[in-house]
């Protein structure tokens, strides 16, 4: 790898899960569609050739997420791993604990696993009341079980209504751990349900909170990633960010711009976060996908709710996947954006 700006591919290998989350929209979204099958060896690889082929051509390189479902549980897992590692591809997993063990961890080294993140979406009881008993205590473990192979470490949390007020003993858990990222994400409601989100003023309290703990903890060996847009709002308010002279997107929301998701099918979404289908990466080329129609309407950030006045439009942007889910449009405020009270 370089160091030339990465292209997020988050590609979900298959849709068999250990798991059926509260607030997975994986879960939510099977109820609406069929399920294809997962794509055969010899796809997986044709897809990967594409991949690169678009870096290549777009001078950047490939950040390849491995997720699912459980992705272990995909019955091509090893040789599309294999096949990465050959094309010299290292790769980042993001998955369950349930099937790993030592030797399994240190044959994910030698592939090219470079990280392997989890979640942890509360102390134990809530998280296994999201997820299924026995999870906690199964990720703690499988923590131990990486870090002894040497593969870097993730956890993320899904921040709701119901599981806020333990995020600053999972910061803590984490730094204790010496877990080698954390983050979180707010829950993205998966059909205009949204009893679970946030208020914003509570939201801008937390963060705020957050950005104090993980100041206090900037000694500690975890990187912690402020993964929300909404941070750059709160820096900026804080001056401790400065707006963009530039029109020119610099960072915050990738959609349309430097990530996109991978179904099993082959299917490429702008965003996994919401139903956003932009073209099939077997039956087209991803330069065509990212340069065509349905891609460019998410780089219209101009008509985004809010964001199109904001002196911050080309560094935050918020999220409008939470936008979908609330309203059913992408181009809607953000619902848990204070300043759009």
């Known amino acids: ?11 979900h290998l298959t849709e068999k899960c250990d798991q059926k989350c509260k607030h997975c929209y994986s879960v939510a979204e099977q109820k609406k569609r069929l399920v294809n099958d997962e794509l ?11 991949i690169l082929d678009f870096c290549k051509k777009t001078k950047c390189d490939p950040g390849i997420g491995i997720s699912g479902g459980d992705p272990l549980l995909a019955s091509h897992f090893w040789d599309v791993a294999a096949y990465l590692k050959e094309k010299g591809i290292k790769f980042s997993i993001l998955g369950n604990p349930f099937h790993l063990d030592k030797a399994t961890c240190d044959r994910l080294l030698n592939v090219g696993c470079r990280s392997y993140q989890m979640s942890l979406d509360g102390l134990e009881k809530t998280h296994d ?11 703690i473990n499988a923590l131990n079980l990486l870090k002894s192979s040497g593969i870097r470490t993730a956890i993320m949390n899904t921040v709701t209504a119901e599981n806020f007020s333990e995020l600053i003993q999972l910061i803590h858990l ?27 003023s509570a939201y801008k309290g937390l963060l705020e909170e957050v950005w104090e703990k993980y100041s206090s903890l900037s000694d500690k060996n975890t990187i912690f990633s402020l993964k929300d847009h909404l941070f750059k709002l709160l820096l900026y308010e804080k ?16 959609c ?30 991803m330069e065509e996908i990212f340069f065509g129609q349905e891609m ?5 950030i101009e008509s985004m709710e809010g964001c199109s006045d904001c002196e911050l439009l080309y560094q935050c942007r918020g999220c409008h996947a939470t936008s979908y889910g609330a309203f059913g449009s992408f181009f809607k405020k953000d619902p848990q954006c ?4």
Request: overall charge positive; charged content about 25%.
């Open 174 to 200: 984490a730094t204790d751990m010496e877990v080698d990222l954390f983050g979180f994400a707010r829950y993205c409601p998966t059909g205009l349900e949204t009893v679970s989100m946030i208020e914003p």
């Open 256 to 285: 349309g711009v430097r990530h996109c998701a991978i179904l099993p099918d082959g299917q490429i979404y702008a965003c996994r976060r919401f139903i956003s289908p932009v073209g099939n990466l077997i039956a087209s080329s």
């Open 40 to 50: 055969n060896l010899s796809q997986c690889r044709v897809l990967v050739d594409k």
């Open 296 to 300: 460019a309407k998410y780089r219209e």
């Open 1 to 11: 790898m370089t160091n030339k700006r990465a292209f997020g591919f988050q590609w």
């Open 239 to 254: 001056g401790l960010l400065k707006p963009s002279k530039k029109k020119v997107v610099t960072d915050g929301c990738g």
């Open 129 to 139: 009341s999201v997820r299924k008993t026995g999870s906690f205590h199964a990720t």
């Open 338 to 341: 204070w300043r759009l009270l």
